[in-house]
């Protein structure tokens, strides 16, 4: 995709082999105000994001499955008020879940490419302050 891929309000169920060819969006990847069976992104294969992350206020969505080959981050990144199972840190197992340890990777390996970017992560009461997590990679 060569510009913006954002898709809110879903209501029906999704999952992450609905983005398996998703390789590259040229500007910013937006999924916002998703209320369906919708958990993760675990079947994409994204390598680069051009613009802004952004992962809103969806009342599933469980980990960072899916961004785990990201290789390239042009923009700022916005992980927020997601459901009540996204974790810090990530979770081996059966159903495994990508934490929000994958954003402290992208920031010390180089992967996110703006010079000042804004990291939002965790919950508005609760927000997770990137610097205190241990990178991982999946």
């Known amino acids: 995709i060569n510009g913006n891929l954002k ?7 999704m999952s992450g082999v609905t983005f398996n060819s998703l390789t590259d969006v040229g500007g910013n990847f937006e999924a916002t105000d998703d209320n369906g069976n919708f958990w993760n992104f675990a079947a994409m294969q994204l390598k680069t994001i051009g613009g802004d992350l952004i992962i809103k206020n969806n009342a599933k ?6 961004f785990e080959q990201l290789i390239s981050l042009g923009g700022n990144v916005s992980i927020l008020d997601n459901g009540p199972d996204m974790p810090e840190n990530s979770i081996g197992g059966t159903y495994p879940q990508v934490g929000l340890c994958l954003v402290k990777h992208y920031k010390d390996a180089g992967i996110l490419k703006a010079t000042a970017p ?3 992560l965790g919950t508005t009461s609760a927000p997770v302050d990137v610097n205190s997590l241990t990178a991982c990679t999946q």
């Open 61 to 66: 969505v469980n980990g960072l499955g899916g």
């Open 7 to 13: 898709f809110s309000g879903v209501g029906t169920n």
């Open 118 to 120: 804004v990291i939002v």
